[in-house]
């Protein structure tokens, strides 16, 4: 008989994404009320976000190498005590230091988080369905940017920041609760399993996917990370451009979860090429540059980290610190391109880093889903 879905785990594994995402971005729409409480400018309350993606890019690899015997759910169940642990530091916190610290260390909750999701949905999926139970899971993401940062935003201004992150906290503790009871463990690796980095560089397809994640999340960081910009230069209303790039994600998401097992490298080509139209088109049609950008980018981590597969848990470790890195990277190659030939360039900037990843996907990535055995 034809396995199943494991459909309860697989929103587990979801929620789980979700939580980490919102950790990472919120306190980007509560900076005034978080640096007012802690006596800092906005600006030192925004390194909140740059602690946290250097504690996820740092801990990734070494964790994984602490961890690989490590049994699946014990080990996801660790990180998300570890984010319910920080988020509540930071909720009672009044000290600026300490909240540093607390976000440093939910970025290294995430580190784990991101490492083990991928391979744990695969392994919970029958053969053929793996890069369907990958979609299920990173649907997180969307739904956490285009929802759930918006959502804790406007809780936020309501009744206060620290109640925002109070919430997630709980929400932290319930999903412990929900992996524990309802999400089946998978061992870890034996070391005699274990494959070196160097090993998992040489297997076919891992490198030219690194490449592909480094070059992507670059060009799509430069445009994200500086939309208000480019938008009072070209045109158009950040909120409404953000709220179509949200909701379009998670159209995009869906798409790639119904054809990612027969088509990982058509939607690959199909996703690379959208962004860059979208890219082109921010400077004349905003609003539709910005579907155009979600139903091309929504489903890039899932995809990304399916072509990744063949590498195991390794590759996922590499792939998450170089995600990380490469999100620093482009407020930084932004940021640098904005002081010297300005918003104008953000567009061309992105499409020269979009024409490699094509060359790459078109011709080194796998056609279909490498599948895993369970």
Known sequence: MERKLPLRALIALATAAFITVVTE??????LTGMGGDLAVSESAMGQSITVYAIGTA??????YVMTADWRRKPLLLAAITGFAVANTITVLSSDYALTMGARFVAGMAAGIVWSVIPGYSRRLAPEGAQGKAMAIVMAGIPIALSLGVPAGTFLGGLVGWRVTFAIVSGLAALLILWIATMVPDHPGQGAGERVSFRRTLAVPGVAATLFVVVAFVLAHNVLYTYIAPFLNYAGGDVDLVLLLLGVSSLAGIWVVGVFIDRRLRLLLVASTVLVAIAAVGLTGSPYVAAVLWGLGWGGVPTLLQTAVGRGGDTAQAMLVTLWNASMAGGG??????????????????????LVPVLVVVASRVDAKVPQVQN
Request: aromatic content about 8%; charged content about 5%; cysteine-free.
């Open 25 to 30: 971005a919120l306190p980007a729409g509560l």
């Open 58 to 63: 740092l801990a990734a690899i070494p964790l």
């Open 332 to 353: 930084v190659v932004g940021g640098v391109f904005l002081d010297t030939l300005g918003p104008v360039s953000f567009p061309w900037v992105a499409v020269a880093l």
